[in-house]
């Protein structure tokens, strides 16, 4: 059955683009919002061992592989996460990359910014994070397609 071609013209006409336009809208603005935050968002790279010994001084002496001491400069934030133990719930102390050894091989010297009695019991273990770098999302999303490619230089 076919309608009339006035009553069609009526119906186009009362027809409204707004529902579409709103909805674009709230689209657009959430791929820009999503735009933003993928290229200026900025996300901290860590360079971590459990390998690390206490000094007199208070000051870490850490262990790193010899490849992820290139990456490693003085005056890098670092921070040293102390396991729980029977008598102390689980700490995390701020810290600084003081040292690196002038061969780029041996431990790293890392101070403390706050002293810790617990730092000279036996048995401590933790966790020592260094923090390399910071970039964003993009810069994350390009070194991940050039692992895949085939690229081994992935730290640029």
């Known amino acids: 059955m076919s309608i009339a071609f006035s009553r069609s013209i009526r119906s186009m006409n009362q027809d409204s683009f707004r529902p579409g336009l709103i909805g674009m809208s709230i689209l657009m603005a959430t791929l820009?919002?999503?735009?933003?935050?993928?290229?200026?968002?900025?996300?901290?790279?860590?360079?971590?061992?459990?390998?690390?010994?206490?000094?007199?001084?208070?000051a870490l002496s850490v262990t790193f592989p010899p490849d992820t001491l290139a990456r490693i400069l003085p005056g890098q934030k670092a921070t040293l996460r102390l396991a729980a133990t029977a008598g102390q719930a689980e700490q995390t102390l701020s810290a600084e990359v003081l040292r690196i050894p002038a061969n780029r091989q041996g431990a790293v010297e890392i101070y403390l910014f706050s002293t810790v009695e617990a730092l000279h019991q036996p048995g401590l273990s933790g966790e020592v994070r260094v923090e390399v770098e910071i970039v964003s999302p993009a810069v994350l999303a390009l070194r991940s397609a050039r692992q895949r490619l085939g690229d081994g230089n992935t730290h640029q």
Do not use: K, N
Request: no cysteine; glycine share 4%.
């Open 32 to 58: 820009a919002a999503w735009m933003v935050w993928f290229f200026l968002a900025r996300i901290p790279i860590y360079e971590s061992s459990r390998e690390f010994r206490v000094q007199q001084d208070g």
